[in-house]
């Protein structure tokens, strides 16, 4: 499975703008890239993914770097309920025989601050 | 719709004890996956399945056996509990492979 890296920690005040980075130098052109976050004692929840193109959503913006070895998750204005462990996950194609498995590292820790 | 729920929440275990987590979803997903997270790490896959009746290994099944009897339903069973299989477990199904969804973890402690 093709790995990623992120800072292991960021800090961010309440309110303004968080750019979780994500490098992914071995991607191949048919993962997706996928963010979950793990908010304090629970289960993971699904964030935003995408292939080529930015990608908007309720939660956050995801920006994929032109040729794909990197993306950032864009939290566009943090708040206390952001305080999380953030996953940056290469997914291969969910219809083929990786059955939408999921390879997590050990994540961003967000910090926010009031 | 509750989602994914998983029982019990909590357990304590004696090294040779055995037990089955359960984990119940009312998705009709096709896909469901058991998780293990240990402190500070990510999560590692145990077991998957892809349907009722079928099980597939995941990156760390060693001493974990799953069934799938139902497609709401997949548990994980532990033979001879170990304390090297003190950690936190989570359940997650997906449609099809897609997007998925986790329960809330049952936290076991094997003394």
């Known amino acids: 499975d093709a790995k990623t890296t992120q800072p292991n920690s960021m800090e961010s005040n309440e309110e303004e703008p968080v750019h979780l980075p994500c490098n992914h130098s071995?991607?191949?052109?048919?993962?997706?890239i996928h963010w979950y976050r793990q908010l304090p004692s629970q289960g993971p929840e699904y964030v935003i993914h995408g292939l080529t193109s930015n990608v908007n959503n309720r939660m956050a913006s995801l920006a994929i770097a032109e040729d794909r070895k990197s993306s950032t998750l864009i939290l566009h204005r943090a708040t206390l309920r952001d305080a999380a462990v953030y996953y940056c996950i290469l997914r291969a194609n969910a219809g083929g025989t990786s059955y939408g498995k999921l390879t997590f590292g050990q994540g961003t820790i967000l910090t926010v601050h009031p | 719709n509750a989602g994914v729920t998983q029982t019990p929440k909590f357990r304590v275990l004696k090294t040779g004890q055995s037990m089955t987590l359960l984990c119940a979803q009312d998705m009709n997903h096709e896909y469901m996956y058991w998780y293990r997270q240990d402190p500070g790490m990510g999560l590692r896959l145990i077991h998957y399945s892809v349907g009722e009746g079928t099980t597939a290994k995941g990156e760390v099944p060693d001493g974990y056996n799953v069934s799938r009897l139902k497609k709401q339903n997949f548990l994980l069973g532990l033979e001879s509990a170990a304390p090297s299989q003190t950690s936190v477990y989570f359940c997650?199904?997906?449609?099809?492979?897609?997007?998925?969804?986790f329960g809330p973890g049952t936290r076991l402690l094997v003394l």
């Open positions: 071995t991607i191949s052109g048919t993962d997706y």
């Open positions: 997650a199904s997906s449609y099809w492979g897609e997007t998925q969804y």
